[in-house]
């Protein structure tokens, strides 16, 4: 991929911890910037359908792209600049999902 | 709820929400007129949507993306406005005039009262939903743009570029910079075609160049701007891995990619000026509602006054005249203008923002036939998980106004409280119906979620009321899914109301 690479050594590399693995990122990127660079394309699953979810508008309105950051949950990714040893935890709402909350709408697919 | 050491009261001369190129202007003028200012902004950093800025590393490394907005940024500090960033707005007081905020550190109610308000609240993008929108890897454009100029991120390393607008262009071209294979830009309309109305764009010379500057970027990259497509469909599991896209005649064609950044141009923020009581009405080119307001922004409301694409969407160079009229109005109410003239050369240019904003609107309709087009299975409401089919079975059974169809469906109750899907879900509505809703849901508090333990943060047990303590509510987030965030539940509040 193009653009600024992210190694933990690098000038302005930090490192942030996502659901306990160290992840690279660089100093002045947004978490969801610094997350999709490292393959993160799924952030959380919606609470009502179970769907995958990942960042959608960039810019704090739609809230899809929410994760918890050091303990505080619903953090906007899109607008949280990452910081050396940030702990992130993806999609508290997985848990839900995974409970069977989720996938009470199987009509709400993709083709 | 009374006041307490937690929770803090501003009062300034002028308040300005927003800190784009409007709310900037606007504030930056105020305070070299002599007014105090307190700018209040959601992010970490002033800047807003177009001014967003580059920061840390990445700063170093790529230099400064916007160097006119942070100029701007420095000269309002300079001039001594009391900036507040990472402070969200999310409601108004019940005198109509103080602005109720809470801060990321969580410290508890930020109340900021002006003698005058200035909201610049700007804009954000229009959504036609198709299915598999919701997709990881279906974003915006102007979330790609972000993720490529400031996180110097590729959305994906094959995307399309789909929806209408000119703003396309130059996210094409971003996503270029960052090394993406752009596989296509595809205009659902037909703007690029050489007819007379085209001859009209040709008086605003500076805005033409940059135009032609972005396709001449994509002519030599190979990238191909399609007209007349759109996409019928995205698909994938669990983030996109095609989407499906259908031209002129029916003709179809689908493409393999990781990503589509797919937008339909922006629709004005006003829910704040509903809150404060400012008469709104739909604007004739898309329907959105804009404030109603006179050449310098003034409201309905006396001393309320809007800046910037919360006016109505006309592009960073309108808001930034938008910020400079505001300002002259603000101080006006303030008594700080003598006689001044307006300066003629602002409102000229304001008029040949608007003019172009106009030219722009009718080159680029909003094509509403593709939310006719959406099938019942689609998701409309993604927050609560919605369809279309649900939506037009509620306006089917009468429930045909926004609110009424919000009840029926929950579409709108969610977190975004209705900014992704209040565009679909009215003309949804105005298809099944006939009538012509509002493209809005009624806006309420709070605007946007906040803790309960925010709005409960600093109230002390001991500022003690006749009423019998009662236990305080988990500290789930008002307004959105719940979620607990460590306080004990049993600690004795004084009441638990509206603030």
């Known amino acids: 991929m193009g653009g600024v690479s992210a190694r933990s050594d690098a000038v302005g590399g930090v490192v942030v911890h996502v659901d306990g693995r160290a992840v690279p990122a660089v100093d002045g990127q947004t978490l969801l910037g610094a997350l999709l660079a490292q393959g993160h394309r799924v952030l959380r699953h919606n609470p009502v359908t179970g769907e995958a979810r990942a960042g959608y508008c960039g810019m704090g309105v739609c809230f899809e792209c929410e994760v918890e950051v050091d303990g505080r949950a619903q953090v906007r990714a899109c607008m949280e600049p990452v910081r050396d040893g940030q702990r992130v935890r993806l999609g508290p709402a997985t848990d839900e999902a995974a409970a069977g909350n989720g996938a009470a709408r199987p009509d709400v697919v993709a083709p | ?499």
């Open chain 2, 1 to 499: 709820m009374s006041r307490s050491a937690g929770a803090r009261h501003v009062d300034v001369d002028a308040v300005v929400v927003g800190g784009g190129a409007a709310g900037m202007v606007a504030a930056r003028d105020l305070a070299r007129a002599g007014a105090s200012v307190a700018l209040l902004d959601e992010h970490h950093e002033l800047g807003g949507q177009y001014y967003r800025r580059r920061s840390g590393a990445v700063l170093v490394r790529d230099g400064d993306l916007r160097p006119r907005g942070t100029r701007l940024a420095a000269e309002v500090r300079a001039a001594g406005v009391a900036v507040h960033t990472a402070t969200t707005v999310w409601g108004v007081g019940d005198d109509r005039r103080t602005v109720l905020a809470t801060r990321a550190a969580g410290d508890g109610v930020l109340r900021v009262r002006g003698t005058t308000a200035v909201v610049a609240t700007g804009a954000h993008e229009r959504s036609v939903p198709f299915p598999g929108w919701q997709l990881p890897g279906v974003v915006t454009p102007g979330c790609a743009l972000h993720l490529a100029t400031i996180d110097r991120v590729p959305v994906g390393r094959r995307t399309a570029v789909a929806g209408s607008g000119p703003f396309l262009l130059p996210v094409a071209c971003a996503l270029l910079d960052v090394g993406v294979e752009v596989v296509g830009v595809f205009e659902a309309g037909r703007p690029y075609r050489p007819d007379r109305r085209a001859l009209d764009a040709a008086r605003y010379p500076r805005r033409l160049v940059e135009l032609g500057g972005y396709l001449a970027r994509l002519a030599r990259a190979g990238v191909r701007v399609h007209q007349g497509w759109h996409v019928a469909a995205a698909h994938g599991d669990p983030a996109v891995e095609g989407i499906r896209l259908r031209g002129p005649g029916g003709r179809e064609r689908e493409i393999a990619v990781d990503a589509a950044a797919v937008g339909f141009g922006f629709r004005p923020n006003t829910e704040l000026l509903a809150l404060f009581g400012a008469e709104v009405r739909p604007d004739p080119a898309t329907w959105d509602l804009v404030p109603v307001c006179d050449e310098l922004g003034r409201t309905s409301v006396p001393g309320l006054v809007a800046a910037g694409e919360a006016r109505g969407v006309a592009g960073v160079h309108a808001a930034t005249v938008r910020g400079a009229l505001a300002a002259v109005a603000a101080a006006e109410h303030l008594g700080l203008r003598g006689d001044d003239e307006i300066d003629p050369r602002l409102l000229r240019r304001a008029r040949a923002a608007d003019a172009f904003a106009r030219l722009t609107a009718a080159r680029y309709p909003v094509p509403h036939r593709l939310v006719a087009a959406a099938p019942d299975a689609t998701l409309v409401c993604r927050c609560e998980g919605v369809t279309a089919g649900e939506v037009r079975a509620a306006a089917a059974t009468g429930w045909n106004d926004m609110d009424a169809t919000k009840g029926a469906s929950r579409a709108g109750m969610g977190p975004c409280q209705g900014r992704q899907c209040a565009y679909a879900v009215a003309e949804l509505v105005r298809q099944r119906t006939g009538t012509a809703p509002r493209r809005v849901f009624s806006p309420q508090m709070p605007l946007k979620p906040v803790r309960v333990a925010e709005l409960l943060a600093g109230t002390a047990p001991s500022t003690a009321t006749a009423t019998p303590a009662v236990p305080a509510p988990p500290a789930a987030a008002v307004g959105s899914g719940g979620s607990t965030n460590g306080r004990s539940p049993g600690t004795a509040v004084p009441g638990v109301g509206a603030p």
